[in-house]
Nanobody, 129 residues
Framework: QVPLVESGGGSVQSGGSLRLSCTAY????????MAWFRQAPGKEREGVVQADRTGGTGYADSVRGRFTISRDNSKNTLYLQMNSLKPEDTATYYC???????????????????????WGQGTQVTVSS
């Protein structure tokens, strides 16, 4: 079990920005394919964005151009920069991972829940209009 820990959630007004972080103590996240998911109350968990080990990414259409996934391997941290936030972005955001080979290429679409093995506890993002 990889203990993923998210941080950075909060409350912002529409049009604002937040940056979420995800780390795992004792595990090297650069060895994993990583993703961000979100789940709003009463809705299913949905994939937001994913990244393989060499910089390939796949975004949901709803966030493309507004959200950016990135890694800082020196800090063993995954980020999600969220700009131009909308009320419909309100959800609990989850970091997820699965071990993948260096040459593994993720799809260019959003991540699927069933593909990811390890999950964080989530961090709440609330966007008010």
């Amino acid at each position: 079990q990889v203990p993923l820990v998210e941080s950075g959630g909060g409350s912002v007004q529409s049009g604002g920005s937040l940056r979420l972080s995800c780390t795992a103590y004792g595990y090297t996240l650069s060895n994993y394919c990583m993703a961000w998911f979100r789940q709003a109350p009463g809705k299913e968990r949905e994939g937001v964005v994913q990244a393989d080990r060499t910089g390939g990414t796949g975004y949901a259409d709803s966030v493309r151009g507004r959200f950016t996934i990135s890694r800082d391997n020196s800090k063993n941290t995954l980020y999600l920069q969220m700009n131009s936030l909308k009320p419909e972005d309100t959800a609990t955001y989850y970091c997820a991972a699965f071990p993948c080979f260096i040459f593994y290429r993720i799809s260019r679409g959003p991540p699927e829940v069933g593909e990811y093995t390890y999950w964080g506890q989530g961090t709440q993002v609330t966007v008010s209009s």
